[in-house]
């Protein structure tokens, strides 16, 4: 049985990416995966500075609720990455959170994230699909670096306002059967 972490790396509930993820995550629920949703809107992740303590002492000494979330991390098959293009970028939480996977750079540490394998899902408002490749090349290289497999991507331009995305039935679709091969 995989045990599957969906991220939802925009702020907006309900919004696109949330029910892009969701979609994902019913894919996989329905082919016996445990799926656990992680709105990082939730949650406060402060920013990594780089004071490499993690390294050391194989543990984070920031006090926030990244404390929570490396074990859930760490215990997942298959993580989901979602985000909205913001300014042909991720999200700034989508960001803060990688920045935050510098804990796991370190030997003692990268043997806990190794061979685990992921997909990412990025929906945004411009028809154009160059629009999303820096945020795919981003998490390409972010992944290959730290040995994660990418499995796939759901990538979905022209939407725009707040749940829009329904009416996308056929990329909604394809979401599904992403999740279900996931499990
Ligand atoms: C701060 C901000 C920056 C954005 N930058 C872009 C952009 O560079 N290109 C684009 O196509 N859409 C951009 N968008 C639009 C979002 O990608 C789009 O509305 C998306 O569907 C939002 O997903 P959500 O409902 O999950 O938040 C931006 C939206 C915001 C709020």
């Known amino acids: 049985m995989k045990i ?13 990416t949330h029910i892009l993820v969701s979609k994902i995550a019913e894919g996989a629920r329905a082919n016996s995966a ?12 402060r920013e990594c500075d780089g004071c490499h303590v993690c390294w050391k002492m194989e543990e984070c000494i920031k006090n ?9 991390i760490i215990q997942s098959d298959v993580i ?3 985000t909205p293009v913001y300014w042909y970028g991720p999200t700034a939480l989508m960001k803060g959170l990688i920045d935050r996977f510098v804990y796991f750079n370190c ?3 990268r043997e806990k ?8 899902a990025v929906p945004f408002e411009e028809d154009n699909a160059e629009t999303a490749r820096p945020v795919v090349e981003f998490f390409q290289k972010c992944l290959d670096y730290l040995e994660i497999n990418l499995l796939g991507k759901i990538i979905v331009p022209g939407v725009s ?4 995305i329904r009416h996308k039935t056929e990329r ?11 499990a």
């Open 4 to 16: 599957i972490l969906a991220v939802v790396g925009s702020p907006r509930r309900n919004g696109n």
């Open 113 to 120: 994230i190794r061979g685990k394998s992921a997909v990412i």
């Open 107 to 109: 030997p003692q540490n």
């Open 80 to 82: 989901i990455f979602g």
């Open 161 to 164: 306002t707040r749940g829009e």
């Open 34 to 45: 445990v799926v656990e949703e992680l709105f990082l809107g939730d949650f406060t992740i």
């Open 172 to 182: 909604l679709e394809e979401a599904y059967e992403l999740g279900r091969s996931l």
């Open 64 to 72: 926030d609720d990244m404390q929570a979330i490396y074990p859930r």
